[in-house]
């Protein structure tokens, strides 16, 4: 009879763990966008086959639903739920405050509040590494850069990308520009086709972008003109190799797990967990696809450049600090 | 005695059931579809409140849309009064110093409200004396003020705490709607007394059609402009008075949105309200009465339809578009069929 209970219990128990129900609300972009936000559906996909957790996504709409949605989400008494992007702060803030027994996690968004984890990254260090390497690259002394929507958040990116640039090639010429200043900024592919294009024939021959969905004009438009494009959050090298020189890694996906993780493991703690070069929450990527297009020599010498900004010798300018 | 008309009932249903046969193909239960749609508004309190506020804001985008049409005028300009409305009201609200008190909402109003009507006006002045068509004189307005709305906003008034394209908040002393108490009842939803102001809008309009003589002449006109115009009504002040009372209307959303519900401009706070008006009208078929319920109906919808992706498994949120917008095509064709029958009869 005890041996039965036992048993039972440990059913009970397997099936408690299992109930764990994890709230995923992704931004405007989508879960297929290949990059911010597939990195963060990705992670929570992952942690659904490792942890057997009960995983539920939902893509905002508008600005407008992201509240109602993380009230649905803590209504139905889900134990995490995952807010993707800094426009769901506000809505993070709000809620979190109504319903302090649920847990939440905001990406790119600091919201203080004892049920709140903000999952921030030092996105100037990776674009400084990929600004380095995109100056090692060029040929023209021309390299462009592509920003989303017009935000601090993107700033941010284009200033340490440019500081990169120079460290490598202090003559090299940098031309910026952003594609938007709404939301639909990150959903607008022909447009940063149609800048890359003009960057291109401003004799550019190595593009980063930092716009979502948006970077698939990109790279339609450097295959076009045989020049090198960057890719930015998830790993991109992939989507045309051999055009793309590399990407600027922005582990959400990482960020999503571990916190899907602590959860389960019942570790949740609330603050601040900032994710760098030195812990690998942020890196450039080398695979397969773009393995050809470095020589030993210049991984090398990447590999210095970022263990000089782990141990703090080159002072990366972080946008953030410096506007104010 | 007219008999009552059931056409857009029929539709409705006939729209619910070809979506249930679509949600069966892809394998969900119809029935716990329906419960999501019509039922997520019960929930909670708060998402009452939410309804109540599309409710608010369908009904006079309804409005907007049914009184010009009275006067033969297809009307798809709400959304960009509406916008450009909003723009006004939160820029009134951040500038007006604080000292104002009430009397700045009031002025607030008028200033949104006038913005609303001349920016309708336009559609008029153009139809009137430079015969364009008022459909695509207003699709291109549209983008025109929803452009001239997110420039003025982004590049002076942009919220400097967040990264989002949105106004800073308008003075506090404006923000009357959070301590009204439709909004406390709703656990501070969206929802405010400009619910009221929905109701009252539509039992006037009703007046206004049936009993005054503006209300009449605007549906002469409409009926037959020829003979309209014979018997001494103006065609110029039929189109300037009805896409006037449009533009009126159009402002009250634009209002509800900002001193009712978010207290800034939010680049994008639309659903299209606007749009969505136009069927709200047509489901009521104009009557400002039917367009009460037909508001709260196209609400529950609406939010039902948010809900979907959240409740089921394979449903996304374009799917519940899909849905949507099947119901709307057999409201809006049951209608027409049932038009052309009657006019056959006649």
């Known amino acids: 009879m005890s041996k039965f209970l036992l048993v039972f219990c440990l059913f009970v128990s397997q099936f408690a763990m299992a109930n764990l129900k994890i709230g995923l609300v992704l931004d405007k972009g989508g879960k297929d966008d290949k990059s911010f936000n597939s990195a963060a559906y990705e992670g929570a996909k992952k942690a659904e086959k490792e942890l057997g957790i009960e995983l539920k996504y939902v893509e905002a709409t508008d600005t407008n639903s992201l509240e109602t949605l993380h009230r649905n989400f803590a209504q139905k008494k889900y134990d995490l739920v995952i807010g993707i992007g800094f426009a769901q702060m506000d809505a993070v803030k709000k809620t979190a405050a109504l319903f302090p027994e649920t847990k939440f996690a905001i990406v790119d968004g600091e919201v203080s509040a004892k049920n709140v984890r903000s999952l921030l990254f030092e996105e100037h260090e990776g674009s400084y590494l990929v600004g380095a390497a995109a100056a090692m690259k060029s040929k023209s002394g021309v390299v462009g850069f592509i920003g989303g929507m017009?935000?601090?958040?993107?700033?941010?990116?284009?200033?340490?990308?440019?500081?990169?640039?120079?460290?490598?090639?202090?003559?090299?010429?940098?031309?910026?520009?952003?594609?938007?200043?709404?939301?639909?900024?990150?959903?607008?592919?022909?447009?940063?086709?149609?800048i890359a294009l003009s960057q291109i024939s401003q004799k550019a021959d190595v593009i980063f972008h930092a716009a979502g969905a948006s970077g698939a004009g990109l790279f339609d438009a450097a295959a076009e003109k045989k020049v090198y494009a960057i890719g930015v959050d998830s790993n991109q090298n992939w989507v045309k190799p051999g055009v793309v020189l590399t990407s600027m890694l922005k582990k959400v996906d990482v960020a999503v797990f571990e916190t899907i993780k602590s959860v389960k493991e019942g570790k949740f703690t609330a603050g601040v967990n900032r994710f760098g070069l030195k812990d690998g929450g942020i890196d450039w990527a080398l695979d397969n696809n773009n393995k050809s297009l470095w020589s030993a020599a210049e991984i090398e010498k990447l590999a210095q450049v970022k263990k000089s900004i782990v141990a703090g010798k080159v002072s990366v300018p972080d946008y953030y600090k410096t506007k104010k | 005695m007219k008999r009552i008309d059931f056409s857009s009932l029929i539709g409705f249903f006939i729209g619910v059931a070809l979506s249930s046969v679509l949600v069966i193909l892809f394998k969900e239960n119809p029935g716990d579809v329906l419960k999501v749609l019509s039922g997520s508004f019960l929930q909670s309190k708060f998402d009452m409140g939410l309804t109540l506020f599309y409710t608010t804001c369908f009904a006079f985008a309804g409005l907007a849309f049914s009184i010009p049409f009275k006067a033969g005028l297809f009307h798809i300009g709400a959304e960009g009064q509406i916008v450009l409305s909003a723009m006004m009201a939160?820029?009134?609200?951040?500038?007006?110093?604080?000292?104002?008190?009430?009397?700045?909402?009031?002025?607030?109003?008028?200033?949104?409200?006038?913005?609303?009507?001349?920016?309708?006006?336009?559609?008029?002045?153009?139809?009137?004396?430079?015969?364009?068509?008022?459909?695509?004189?207003?699709?291109?307005?549209?983008?025109?003020?929803?452009?001239?709305?997110?420039?003025?906003?982004?590049?002076?008034?942009?919220?400097?705490?967040?990264?989002?394209?949105?106004?800073?908040?308008?003075?506090?002393?404006?923000?009357?709607?959070?301590?009204?108490?439709?909004?406390?009842?709703?656990?501070?939803?969206?929802?405010?007394?400009?619910?009221?102001?929905?109701?009252?809008?539509?039992?006037?309009?009703?007046?206004?059609?049936?009993?005054?003589?503006?209300?009449m002449e605007i549906k002469a006109y409409g009926e037959n402009p020829t003979a309209a115009e014979r018997m001494g009504i103006s065609a110029k002040k039929v189109n300037f008075l009805a896409l006037g009372i449009a533009g009126f209307f159009s402002s009250l959303v634009g209002l509800t949105e900002v001193l009712g519900s978010t207290f800034q401009y939010k680049v994008g706070f639309s659903p299209a309200y606007g749009f969505l008006g136009i069927v709200v009208a047509l489901l009521a078929q104009g009557h400002p009465i039917g367009i009460l319920f037909s508001s709260f109906i196209m609400a529950v919808l609406h939010k039902g339809a948010s809900d979907l992706d959240l409740e089921t498994q394979f449903l996304t949120r374009d799917f519940s578009k899909v849905l949507q917008a099947i119901i709307i095509f057999c409201v809006a064709g049951a209608v027409y069929l049932n038009h052309r029958r009657v006019k056959r009869d006649a």
């Open chain 1, 150 to 194: 017009d935000i601090p958040l993107i700033r941010r990116f284009q200033k340490g990308f440019e500081a990169g640039i120079k460290s490598v090639n202090p003559k090299a010429t940098i031309l910026v520009s952003y594609i938007g200043v709404t939301g639909e900024a990150w959903n607008n592919p022909a447009k940063a086709k149609e």
């Open chain 2, 90 to 215: 939160a820029v009134m609200g951040i500038i007006l110093p604080e000292s104002l008190g009430t009397f700045g909402i009031v002025l607030i109003c008028l200033a949104t409200m006038v913005v609303g009507i001349l920016a309708a006006q336009t559609i008029a002045f153009f139809k009137v004396y430079k015969q364009g068509h008022e459909v695509v004189v207003a699709i291109m307005l549209n983008f025109i003020f929803a452009a001239i709305a997110t420039y003025v906003i982004l590049q002076n008034y942009q919220n400097p705490e967040s990264q989002n394209p949105e106004s800073a908040l308008i003075n506090p002393a404006f923000q009357g709607a959070k301590a009204d108490g439709i909004k406390t009842f709703f656990e501070q939803s969206a929802v405010s007394s400009f619910l009221l102001l929905a109701v009252l809008s539509c039992l006037a309009v009703w007046f206004f059609e049936k009993k005054t003589k503006w209300g």
